[in-house]
Every structure is written in C-alpha cells, then in structure tokens.
Nanobody, 126 residues
C-alpha cells in the first residue's frame, strides 16, 4: 500500500562510511517495524537491522553489529542506517522494508515484510 524510497548508496573504500535514508509516503508510525535488508550477487536477501517505530527497540545482525546503527526521525517519517568501517563483504543492494502487523518474532524474515523500496547500491572496494 505504502511506498518506500531509499537513498545514500554509493562507492566507498574499505574502512569508509555511508548513511542510508529511507523515506515513507505517509505516517511512518503506522508501521510496527521498519528495517534494512541487503542482497549481494548470488546470495539470498539477509537481515541487517530493524527498528520498532513506537517502542524504538532495535535489532542489528551479528555481521554488522558494532559498525552499523539504525535510527529514526519521527517528524521526517524516515529511518536511517549509519554504516561505519565498511568492508568489501558489505557490498550489495540495500533495501528498506516495513510492515504494519509483523510479529516481533519474525523481524528477521524478509518474507514477512509487506512494503519494500527499490533498493540502493552500496559498493565497498578493497
């Protein structure tokens, strides 16, 4: 029903940083959760991070923990992914996702999210 738009991807050297943004078409607080997934060529889509809109609870995958931070801005109806100390294995298309009714036990499952952006490419060179 709603649409999401990602921005902020690009080409960076290993060790560099990028910040991704995801804007919503309406009131982001209508979503129970918003998050980020990524997909590298030849690999399945994997969970990166999520934030539950009303509570602010966050989850970050072990592969990026300590390097990536997810946050939200209620007034701007947007979520952000601050990515630091980027590695070549972080390369992929990053997708913003959201859902209104997903169970908290299914936050890591891409199949459970109903709304998706088109993705933004992140390339980390070695």
């Amino acid at each position: 029903q709603g649409h999401l738009v990602e921005s902020g991807g690009g080409l960076v050297q290993a060790g560099g940083s990028l910040t991704l943004s995801c804007g919503t078409s309406g009131r982001a607080s209508s979503y129970f959760v918003m998050g980020w997934f990524r997909q590298a060529p030849g690999k399945e889509r994997e969970f990166v991070a999520s934030i539950q809109w009303r509570s602010g609870s966050t989850y970050v995958s072990d592969s990026v923990k300590g390097r990536f931070t997810i946050s939200k801005n209620d007034a701007r109806n947007a979520v952000f992914l601050q990515m630091n100390t980027l590695r070549p294995e972080d390369t992929g298309v990053y997708y913003c996702a959201a859902d209104r009714t997903i169970s908290s036990s299914n936050l890591f499952d891409a199949r459970r999210y109903g709304d998706w952006g088109l993705g933004t490419q992140v390339t980390v060179s070695s």
